[in-house]
Protein backbone atom coordinates (compact mmCIF):
# COMPACT_ATOMS: atom_id res chain seq x y z
CA UNK A 1 0.00 0.00 0.00
CA UNK A 2 1.31 3.23 -0.88
CA UNK A 3 2.41 5.68 1.83
CA UNK A 4 0.02 9.05 1.17
CA UNK A 5 3.80 11.29 1.06
CA UNK A 6 4.87 8.66 -1.53
CA UNK A 7 1.74 10.02 -3.64
CA UNK A 8 2.60 13.41 -3.01
CA UNK A 9 6.15 12.92 -3.83
CA UNK A 10 4.94 11.58 -6.79
CA UNK A 11 2.47 13.82 -7.63
CA UNK A 12 5.53 16.64 -7.14
CA UNK A 13 7.84 14.57 -9.17
CA UNK A 14 4.86 14.99 -12.24
CA UNK A 15 4.22 18.39 -11.85
CA UNK A 16 7.98 19.28 -12.29
CA UNK A 17 8.23 17.14 -15.44
CA UNK A 18 4.77 18.96 -16.59
CA UNK A 19 6.08 22.05 -16.33
CA UNK A 20 9.97 21.90 -17.79
CA UNK A 21 8.25 19.57 -21.00
CA UNK A 22 5.98 23.46 -20.89
CA UNK A 23 9.32 25.09 -20.32
CA UNK A 24 10.99 23.48 -23.42
CA UNK A 25 7.50 22.80 -24.87
CA UNK A 26 6.99 24.88 -28.81
CA UNK A 27 5.37 27.98 -27.53
CA UNK A 28 7.99 28.90 -25.62
CA UNK A 29 10.88 28.30 -28.16
CA UNK A 30 8.56 30.23 -30.48
CA UNK A 31 8.38 33.04 -28.09
CA UNK A 32 12.07 33.02 -27.59
CA UNK A 33 13.15 32.61 -31.60
CA UNK A 34 11.00 35.69 -31.68
CA UNK A 35 12.87 37.33 -29.44
CA UNK A 36 15.96 37.20 -31.10
CA UNK A 37 14.57 38.15 -34.39
CA UNK A 38 13.21 41.53 -32.41
CA UNK A 39 16.80 41.99 -30.96
CA UNK A 40 18.52 41.53 -34.49
CA UNK A 41 16.12 44.09 -35.91
CA UNK A 42 17.25 46.83 -33.14
CA UNK A 43 21.36 45.70 -33.60
CA UNK A 44 20.57 46.40 -37.26
CA UNK A 45 18.77 49.66 -36.91
CA UNK A 46 21.80 50.83 -34.75
CA UNK A 47 24.42 50.12 -37.12
CA UNK A 48 22.55 51.85 -39.88
CA UNK A 49 22.59 54.93 -37.44
CA UNK A 50 25.80 54.70 -36.77
CA UNK A 51 26.75 54.37 -40.27
CA UNK A 52 24.75 57.63 -41.20
CA UNK A 53 26.80 59.22 -38.34
CA UNK A 54 30.06 58.19 -39.95
CA UNK A 55 29.37 59.91 -42.48
CA UNK A 56 28.50 63.18 -41.62
CA UNK A 57 24.51 62.48 -42.53
CA UNK A 58 23.88 63.19 -38.50
CA UNK A 59 20.02 64.37 -38.18
CA UNK A 60 20.49 64.15 -34.37
CA UNK A 61 19.34 61.24 -34.26
CA UNK A 62 20.73 58.68 -31.86
CA UNK A 63 22.66 55.75 -32.41
CA UNK A 64 21.17 53.86 -30.13
CA UNK A 65 17.99 52.30 -28.63
CA UNK A 66 16.03 55.18 -28.46
CA UNK A 67 17.15 56.22 -32.24
CA UNK A 68 15.94 52.77 -33.29
CA UNK A 69 12.58 53.20 -32.20
CA UNK A 70 12.42 56.75 -33.99
CA UNK A 71 13.80 55.41 -36.72
CA UNK A 72 11.32 52.66 -36.75
CA UNK A 73 8.42 54.59 -35.78
CA UNK A 74 8.47 56.68 -38.89
CA UNK A 75 8.08 53.51 -41.58
CA UNK A 76 4.85 52.53 -43.18
CA UNK A 77 2.91 50.39 -39.96
CA UNK A 78 5.59 51.72 -37.42
CA UNK A 79 3.51 51.62 -34.55
CA UNK A 80 2.21 48.13 -35.47
CA UNK A 81 6.39 47.17 -35.94
CA UNK A 82 6.87 48.67 -32.24
CA UNK A 83 4.00 46.31 -30.96
CA UNK A 84 5.83 43.39 -32.59
CA UNK A 85 8.93 43.94 -31.52
CA UNK A 86 8.21 45.01 -28.10
CA UNK A 87 6.37 41.59 -27.72
CA UNK A 88 9.13 39.58 -29.25
CA UNK A 89 11.55 40.61 -26.92
CA UNK A 90 8.75 40.51 -23.80
CA UNK A 91 8.97 36.77 -25.46
CA UNK A 92 12.79 36.69 -24.87
CA UNK A 93 12.39 37.57 -21.18
CA UNK A 94 9.88 35.57 -20.99
CA UNK A 95 12.38 32.64 -22.35
CA UNK A 96 15.18 33.44 -20.25
CA UNK A 97 12.53 33.37 -16.81
CA UNK A 98 11.91 30.12 -17.60
CA UNK A 99 15.84 29.39 -17.95
CA UNK A 100 16.05 30.23 -14.50
CA UNK A 101 13.16 27.81 -13.21
CA UNK A 102 14.37 24.99 -15.75
CA UNK A 103 17.65 25.81 -16.50
CA UNK A 104 19.54 26.19 -20.49
CA UNK A 105 20.15 23.68 -22.79
CA UNK A 106 23.26 21.74 -22.87
CA UNK A 107 24.64 19.70 -19.98
CA UNK A 108 26.04 22.45 -17.65
CA UNK A 109 22.79 24.54 -18.02
CA UNK A 110 21.24 23.70 -14.47
CA UNK A 111 24.45 25.47 -12.70
CA UNK A 112 23.52 28.50 -10.06
CA UNK A 113 25.87 30.32 -12.29
CA UNK A 114 23.77 29.83 -15.16
CA UNK A 115 20.45 30.45 -13.99
CA UNK A 116 21.64 33.85 -12.03
CA UNK A 117 22.63 34.80 -15.54
CA UNK A 118 19.46 33.85 -17.46
CA UNK A 119 17.59 35.95 -14.53
CA UNK A 120 19.82 39.01 -14.67
CA UNK A 121 18.97 38.51 -18.90
CA UNK A 122 15.02 38.45 -17.87
CA UNK A 123 15.04 41.76 -15.90
CA UNK A 124 17.14 43.84 -19.20
CA UNK A 125 14.68 41.99 -21.78
CA UNK A 126 11.49 42.90 -19.42
CA UNK A 127 12.90 46.69 -19.19
CA UNK A 128 13.43 46.39 -23.10
CA UNK A 129 10.08 45.18 -23.53
CA UNK A 130 8.60 47.73 -21.45
CA UNK A 131 10.17 50.54 -22.68
CA UNK A 132 9.29 49.74 -26.73
CA UNK A 133 5.73 49.20 -25.59
CA UNK A 134 5.10 52.62 -23.75
CA UNK A 135 6.87 54.12 -26.75
CA UNK A 136 4.36 52.32 -28.83
CA UNK A 137 1.42 53.75 -26.39
CA UNK A 138 2.50 57.29 -26.76
CA UNK A 139 5.08 57.99 -23.76
CA UNK A 140 7.62 59.10 -26.07
CA UNK A 141 9.73 59.85 -23.07
CA UNK A 142 10.10 55.90 -22.34
CA UNK A 143 11.87 54.41 -24.96
CA UNK A 144 13.49 57.13 -27.13
CA UNK A 145 15.27 58.57 -24.72
CA UNK A 146 19.04 59.37 -24.92
CA UNK A 147 21.13 57.05 -23.48
CA UNK A 148 23.62 59.17 -23.00
CA UNK A 149 21.56 61.70 -20.94
CA UNK A 150 20.70 58.94 -18.86
CA UNK A 151 23.62 57.68 -18.58
CA UNK A 152 25.55 60.73 -17.11
CA UNK A 153 22.23 61.19 -15.06
CA UNK A 154 22.62 57.89 -13.57
CA UNK A 155 26.43 58.68 -12.86
CA UNK A 156 26.05 62.02 -11.10
CA UNK A 157 23.48 60.51 -8.97
CA UNK A 158 25.69 57.04 -7.75
CA UNK A 159 28.89 59.99 -7.32
CA UNK A 160 27.10 61.64 -4.63
CA UNK A 161 26.56 58.55 -2.67
CA UNK A 162 28.99 58.20 0.33
CA UNK A 163 31.76 56.36 -1.29
CA UNK A 164 30.26 56.64 -4.82
CA UNK A 165 33.18 57.36 -6.76
CA UNK A 166 33.99 53.83 -6.65
CA UNK A 167 30.92 52.38 -7.05
CA UNK A 168 31.00 53.89 -10.56
CA UNK A 169 34.32 52.83 -11.06
CA UNK A 170 33.41 49.09 -9.90
CA UNK A 171 30.58 48.98 -12.16
CA UNK A 172 32.88 50.56 -15.00
CA UNK A 173 35.29 47.63 -14.73
CA UNK A 174 32.64 45.44 -14.03
CA UNK A 175 31.29 46.76 -18.06
CA UNK A 176 34.89 46.08 -19.04
CA UNK A 177 35.12 42.34 -17.94
CA UNK A 178 31.77 41.64 -19.67
CA UNK A 179 32.85 43.48 -22.76
CA UNK A 180 35.99 41.58 -22.81
CA UNK A 181 34.26 38.27 -21.86
CA UNK A 182 31.93 39.09 -24.83
CA UNK A 183 34.52 39.33 -27.20
CA UNK A 184 36.45 36.63 -26.06
CA UNK A 185 33.80 34.31 -25.96
CA UNK A 186 33.18 35.31 -29.63
CA UNK A 187 36.55 35.14 -30.86
CA UNK A 188 36.80 31.59 -29.55
CA UNK A 189 33.62 30.67 -31.53
CA UNK A 190 32.03 29.51 -28.03
CA UNK A 191 28.62 29.96 -29.85
CA UNK A 192 29.19 26.43 -31.94
CA UNK A 193 28.04 24.97 -28.43
CA UNK A 194 24.46 26.90 -28.61
CA UNK A 195 23.67 26.23 -32.14
CA UNK A 196 23.13 23.18 -34.30
CA UNK A 197 25.76 23.55 -36.21
CA UNK A 198 25.55 20.13 -37.83
CA UNK A 199 22.04 20.90 -39.19
CA UNK A 200 23.81 23.80 -41.37
CA UNK A 201 24.89 23.73 -44.75
CA UNK A 202 28.85 24.25 -45.20
CA UNK A 203 27.79 27.95 -46.81
CA UNK A 204 25.74 29.10 -43.80
CA UNK A 205 28.38 27.99 -41.06
CA UNK A 206 30.60 29.85 -42.89
CA UNK A 207 28.28 32.79 -42.34
CA UNK A 208 27.65 31.83 -39.07
CA UNK A 209 31.17 32.15 -37.91
CA UNK A 210 31.72 35.29 -40.41
CA UNK A 211 28.87 37.40 -38.34
CA UNK A 212 29.16 35.33 -35.17
CA UNK A 213 32.75 36.39 -34.66
CA UNK A 214 32.51 39.79 -35.91
CA UNK A 215 29.55 40.90 -34.38
CA UNK A 216 30.38 39.24 -31.11
CA UNK A 217 33.82 41.20 -31.30
CA UNK A 218 32.46 44.44 -32.00
CA UNK A 219 29.70 44.22 -29.28
CA UNK A 220 31.95 43.38 -26.52
CA UNK A 221 34.50 46.29 -27.71
CA UNK A 222 31.75 48.67 -27.44
CA UNK A 223 30.91 47.56 -24.26
CA UNK A 224 34.71 48.12 -23.03
CA UNK A 225 34.99 51.32 -24.38
CA UNK A 226 32.21 52.56 -22.34
CA UNK A 227 33.38 50.55 -19.16
CA UNK A 228 36.49 53.06 -19.67
CA UNK A 229 34.59 55.96 -20.01
CA UNK A 230 32.54 55.14 -16.53
CA UNK A 231 36.19 54.56 -14.98
CA UNK A 232 37.58 58.17 -16.34
CA UNK A 233 34.11 59.79 -15.15
CA UNK A 234 34.53 58.02 -11.55
CA UNK A 235 38.20 58.74 -11.35
CA UNK A 236 37.64 62.73 -12.50
CA UNK A 237 34.36 62.81 -10.48
CA UNK A 238 32.79 64.54 -13.94
CA UNK A 239 29.40 62.42 -14.83
CA UNK A 240 29.91 64.07 -18.50
CA UNK A 241 32.58 61.92 -18.64
CA UNK A 242 30.29 58.91 -18.62
CA UNK A 243 29.07 57.78 -21.99
CA UNK A 244 25.78 55.91 -23.35
CA UNK A 245 25.74 53.75 -26.07
CA UNK A 246 25.63 57.19 -28.37
CA UNK A 247 28.18 59.02 -27.13
CA UNK A 248 30.50 55.62 -26.99
CA UNK A 249 29.97 54.96 -30.89
CA UNK A 250 30.98 58.78 -31.42
CA UNK A 251 34.15 58.41 -30.01
CA UNK A 252 35.41 56.01 -32.45
CA UNK A 253 35.17 59.04 -34.90
CA UNK A 254 37.15 61.11 -32.77
CA UNK A 255 40.16 58.72 -32.85
CA UNK A 256 43.16 58.49 -35.51
CA UNK A 257 41.46 56.74 -37.83
CA UNK A 258 38.54 58.95 -38.28
CA UNK A 259 34.83 58.15 -39.31
CA UNK A 260 36.08 54.83 -41.39
CA UNK A 261 36.69 52.97 -37.85
CA UNK A 262 33.35 54.08 -36.35
CA UNK A 263 31.89 52.67 -39.94
CA UNK A 264 33.72 49.14 -39.17
CA UNK A 265 31.99 49.67 -36.01
CA UNK A 266 28.57 50.13 -37.06
CA UNK A 267 28.85 47.33 -39.63
CA UNK A 268 30.00 44.96 -36.97
CA UNK A 269 26.71 45.82 -35.13
CA UNK A 270 25.21 45.02 -37.88
CA UNK A 271 26.28 41.74 -38.36
CA UNK A 272 25.37 40.99 -35.03
CA UNK A 273 22.03 41.85 -35.23
CA UNK A 274 22.36 38.75 -38.63
CA UNK A 275 23.74 36.93 -35.85
CA UNK A 276 20.99 37.20 -33.57
CA UNK A 277 18.84 36.06 -36.10
CA UNK A 278 20.96 33.10 -37.09
CA UNK A 279 20.62 32.37 -33.17
CA UNK A 280 16.33 32.33 -34.04
CA UNK A 281 16.39 29.57 -36.41
CA UNK A 282 19.62 27.48 -35.02
CA UNK A 283 19.69 28.18 -31.34
CA UNK A 284 19.21 25.16 -29.16
CA UNK A 285 16.21 25.42 -27.09
Same mark, same amino acid.
Given at each position: ???????????????????????????????? +??????????????????? +????????????????????????????????????????????????????????????????????????????????????????????????????????????????????????????????????????????????????????? +?????????????? +???????????????????????????????????????????????????????????????????
Amino acid at each position: MRLPSARLTSATVRGKGKARRAAKGRGVAAVA +RAGFIGRGVLYLLVGALAL +RIAFSDDDGRQADRGGALAELAEKPFGNVLLWLLGCALAGMALWRLSEVFFGQAGPDGDTAGKRALAGGRCLFYSFVAYSILAYATGDKGSGSGSSDRQTQDATAKVLDWPGGKWIVAVAGAGVIVAGLWIAGRALLRKFHDRLRMSEMSRQV +RRGTDIVGITGGTT +RGVVFAVAGGFAIAAALRHKPGEAKGIDNTLRSFADTAAGPWLLALIAVGLAAFGLFSWMNARWRKL
